[in-house]
Nanobody
Framework: QGPLVESGGGLVQPGGSLRLSCAAS????????MGWYRQAPGKQRELVAR???????NYADSVKGRLTISRDNVKNTAYLQMNSLKPEDTAVYYC????????WGQGTQVTVSS
């Protein structure tokens, strides 16, 4: 078990919303660039959003304007707000540092389907 635990996934209809959480233990996430990654069936894992220590954010073109990464330094937790979800957002979502430092967690499944 790594220091990062993802939660908040589920089944949602196209156009719906979800908020994913990434709880950290044993590390201080404000010290790192944190990222949300996803892996769809049959595809490689990809970085979709990241947030730097100063709060600057960056997104993959495929999610820009729909997904928002944030971080609560008091709770030592990162979040991914997902709006206007599309079927192509279906994947297992993971959080980790950018670049990768820690073992992958179990991830959280997001399924977008009607």
């Amino acid at each position: 078990q790594g220091p990062l635990v993802e939660s908040g996934g589920g089944l949602v209809q196209p156009g719906g919303s979800l908020r994913l959480s990434c709880a950290a233990s044993g590390i201080i996430i404000r010290s790192y660039v944190m990222g949300w990654y996803r892996q769809a069936p049959g595809k490689q894992r990809e970085l979709v959003a990241r947030i730097s220590s100063d709060g600057a954010t960056n997104y993959a073109d495929s999610v820009k304007g729909r997904l928002t990464i944030s971080r609560d330094n008091v709770k030592n937790t990162a979040y991914l707000q997902m709006n206007s979800l599309k079927p192509e957002d279906t994947a297992v979502y993971y959080c980790n540092t950018v670049p990768l430092i820690y073992p992958w967690g179990q991830g959280t499944q997001v399924t977008v389907s009607s």
